[in-house]
């Protein structure tokens, strides 16, 4: 192949000092792969990151000639980790369809647990052009000395999307023990998007990795399965932010027509449970159609709860009024009227008080919300209320003791008359 003039790259001035290449030799493709393949050797991270993208150039320029010496390099018995490193690193970004076959040998036989990994990375990184190496990497999420190669392989499968990779993780996700592998296994179910993956993925919405958590809500969010509509509602409430933040993002890829299915046949009938629901899915997404079916539900509830307030607050008005003219008569008041008042007359007031309760009216938050003044005013008014019988109370009966003692004192001096 005719080297691309735009692909080859100026040999790196560090690597030419270690090599000792003169500044105007040019090597041919074969030398100079040779060359980076060395440098792959040297303690520097930059002298090897040149290599390896030289590596990489030449990998695309003269396929023919450089990827059998990258792939030569892989052989165990290389004296240097940084070479068979180095150079599976190259071949992961040239992406040759030729090196699958032997990384997947790699992948499965290789004695160094961390070279695997890095093979099943690269794998990854070589996208679909690497399904042939589905079966191996399924394989090594069984690999139980080495997590990041399962980490590895998880991420990868997804990359490359092993649709028969689904069962396989589901299985290893149920008992992976490590969260980073878990997080790369949630990952590559949401990009294999099917949905018996829902359920492990709904359970891992509750993992104690917020990583996990987060992983398994942008999953749910991507195969759109109407079972996870009310557990990442749940999960809107998650302690982290940033889980929150990949929850809102699933939530916003569900169809609103399956927001309202779900929810609606979740709340058994009862209106309250799924205005509820609705309401905690329209706090974190704002969504027209769901607006307007909430706000449909709403409005004969809130209608008849704002009848009822307007009822009670018509009671603690006619208390206020009755205590008013109580107060204004009352010295004019016989034994017998203050009696049947304390009997008859002021029990029933204060029954109607003592009955009250706020609590149905506060019980869900979005009738509160929408009944907040009406709620504000029978609060005020029932505290009002509240003193003022009570004090009333109190006068009556200092009233009537008062009386009763000037009655019992008359009697006795008409008796001393007589």
């Given at each position: ?252 890829q569900l169809p609103p027509e399956m927001i309202v299915s779900e929810i609606v046949k ?153």
């Amino acid at each position: 192949m005719i080297p691309n003039k735009e692909e080859e790259k100026e040999i790196d001035p560090a690597i030419r000092r270690i090599m000792q290449i003169p500044d105007d030799q040019e090597l041919p493709p074969d030398a100079l792969c040779d060359v980076m393949l060395r440098a792959l050797e040297s303690h520097q991270l930059l002298i090897r990151s040149s290599a390896v993208n030289q590596l990489v150039s030449l990998g695309k320029s003269h396929p023919q000639m450089a990827i059998p010496k990258i792939l030569a390099a892989l052989d165990p018995s290389i004296d240097f980790w940084t070479v068979r490193f180095g150079s599976v690193e190259a071949l992961g970004e040239i992406a040759n369809k030729g090196t699958v076959a032997p990384l997947i040998q790699y992948l499965k036989l290789d004695e160094d647990p961390d070279f695997r990994a890095m093979v099943a990375k690269q794998l990854g990184e070589m996208g679909e052009i690497a399904k042939e190496a589905g079966p191996g990497l399924i394989e090594a999420l069984t690999y139980q000395e080495s997590p990041e190669t399962r980490e590895n392989a998880a991420h990868a499968l997804g990359v490359i999307k092993v649709s028969s990779a689904v069962e396989p993780l589901i299985r290893a996700l149920e008992k992976e023990r490590e969260e980073y592998t878990r997080r790369e296994m949630c990952w590559s179910l949401g990009e294999l998007e099917k949905a018996k993956a829902v359920p492990i993925l709904i359970k891992s919405l509750k993992d104690s990795d917020k990583g996990t958590r987060g992983n398994a809500a942008e999953a749910l969010g991507k195969i759109k399965n109407g079972d996870s509509v009310l557990p990442l509602l749940h999960a809107s409430k998650d302690r982290d932010v940033d889980v929150q933040a990949k929850v809102i993002w699933a939530l916003k890829q569900l169809p609103p027509e399956m927001i309202v299915s779900e929810i609606v046949k979740s709340a058994e009938g009862d209106a309250f449970i799924a205005i509820q629901n609705f309401d905690d899915y329209l706090f974190n997404v704002d969504n027209e159609i769901i607006t307007k079916r909430v706000k449909e539900r709403k409005e004969p509830i809130v209608t008849k709860y704002r009848s009822e307030l307007s009822e009670i607050k018509t009671d603690l008005e006619n208390c206020k009024v009755f205590v008013t003219e109580t107060f204004a008569k009352l010295t004019t008041q016989s034994i017998d009227d203050i009696k049947a008042l304390l009997e008859t007359e002021m029990p029933n007031f204060e029954s109607k008080i003592g009955s009250i309760s706020l609590y149905k009216f506060r019980k869900y938050k979005w009738i509160e919300n929408d009944l907040f003044f009406d709620i504000e005013q029978v609060e005020k008014l029932y505290k009002e209320s509240g003193v003022m019988i009570s004090e009333l109370r109190d006068n009556v009966q200092a009233l009537l003791k008062r009386m009763e003692e000037e009655q019992k004192k008359s009697l006795i001096e008409d008796s001393n008359v007589e």
